[in-house]
């Protein structure tokens, strides 16, 4: 089988597979053992850069679960960090900024790197590992949206309604726009070192947008995340959660191939939202990964039926794997899934 008829791409690009592809997003991690074992005594970020630490986390799970493509271990401010700026991981936190960009000087001092000069050696050969190892099954490249590294940038850590980073938009215009304009080309740019060391797919996470309104999102935000997708040569998945009130936006005018639903609307209903012309995403509810089989089995049979009214689906979680899931559970889905 050719790289390109991978059911992956086909539920792309078309025609469709004969079954659904199905992976999980943070399928490398925390729900398995292996990688449990692999990263004690590693800083996240450390790990990340460390090219055979990460291309082998990026395998893992395609040999435990025979899923139909993998996603590279690395992490949203990987690209912020290979920047030179002061980021870390806070174990069961999140990434940590030890310099919060919140005002316009903040931003100057930010937006006077080049978001060419930053350095993807690292990046590309764990990719080149990776791809080398994988064969045919495809590997997703990622980055954040400008928004959702925003949410974390001028905040200094995780929080719950951004809203900081949501009140800069209205106080100041203008530095929200210079700071989200340099974001969207650092994460152009690490889509761009994966793609060129060997992803063929590429997907943008803009997991915290469903904190915006529709008006918030069209205006201060979409432009922006067009800016990181726009003609990057191959197809692509934008991904959000909360987003269904502007689900028909994420679409970026046709520049996403693929958009992500998240377990609030059922696919069926997504799909005409979304319209003919574009793949959806989705949405196993991860909080039913806790449940026993039988119960699961029912809502994966029903999301893939839902799926069937879009041009292609991906099977996937409406949201990341929950660290305490059972990785025989993933394994039973992708199992099921492809024998549907
Ligand atoms: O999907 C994958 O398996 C690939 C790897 C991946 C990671 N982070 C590894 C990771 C991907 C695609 C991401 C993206 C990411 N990072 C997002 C968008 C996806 C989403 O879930 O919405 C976001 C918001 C981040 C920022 C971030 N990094 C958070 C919120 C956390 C969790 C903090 C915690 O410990 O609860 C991280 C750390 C992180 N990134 C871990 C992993 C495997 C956990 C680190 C560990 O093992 O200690």
């Not at 919140?102 to 990719?127: K, M, N």
């Not at 009140?167 to 203008?174: E, I, K, S, Y």
């Not at 922006?224 to 970026?252: C, K």
């Not at 979680?317 to 024998?339: A, K, N, Y």
Request: glycine share 8%; with cysteine; charged share 20%.
């Amino acid at each position: 089988m050719a790289l390109s008829d991978a059911p992956l791409l086909r539920a792309l690009t078309g025609p469709r597979p004969e079954h659904a592809p199905v992976w999980f997003m943070r399928q490398a991690g925390r729900s398995l053992p292996e990688y449990r074992e692999l990263r004690v005594g590693t800083r996240m970020l450390d790990a990340c850069l460390t090219p055979d630490l990460a291309a082998e986390i990026t395998l893992q799970p395609v040999r435990r679960h025979g899923v139909d493509a993998a996603v590279f271990f690395s992490d949203i401010v990987i690209p912020l960090r290979l920047a030179g700026v002061d980021v870390e991981i806070e174990p069961g936190r999140g990434p940590v900024f030890a310099n919060p960009v919140r005002s316009a000087a903040d931003v100057d001092r930010l937006t006077a790197i080049d978001p060419l000069s930053l350095d993807g050696t690292a990046i590309a050969e764990a990719v080149g590992i990776v791809t080398a190892e994988l064969g045919d099954t495809p590997l997703i490249g990622f980055a954040g949206a400008p928004f959702t590294l925003a949410a974390y940038l001028v905040e200094g850590g995780p929080s719950k309604e951004h809203l900081r980073a949501r009140a800069m938009m209205h106080a100041d215009p203008d530095s929200w726009n210079r700071l989200a304009g340099w974001l969207a080309l650092v994460s152009r740019r690490f889509l761009e070192i994966q793609r060129d060391a060997g992803a063929s797919v590429v997907q943008l996470f803009d997991s915290w947008a469903g904190s915006l309104s529709t008006s918030d999102y069209r205006s201060f935000v979409a432009p922006h995340s067009r800016v990181a997708l726009d003609a990057i040569g191959v197809p692509s998945i934008h991904f959000g959660v909360g987003t269904g009130p502007f689900l028909h936006d994420m679409r970026l005018d046709g520049i996403a191939d693929a958009v992500g639903v998240d377990w609030r609307l059922p696919l069926d209903e997504a799909a005409g939202i979304l319209g003919p012309d574009v793949t959806v995403q989705g949405n196993i509810d991860p909080a039913l990964l806790a449940a026993p089989w039988p119960v699961l089995e029912a809502h994966v049979r029903d999301v893939v039926e839902r799926g069937r009214a879009a041009r292609g689906h991906i099977v996937n979680l409406g949201h990341g794997v929950p660290p305490e899931t059972d990785p025989d559970q993933l394994t039973r889905i992708v199992e099921l899934v492809h024998s549907i």
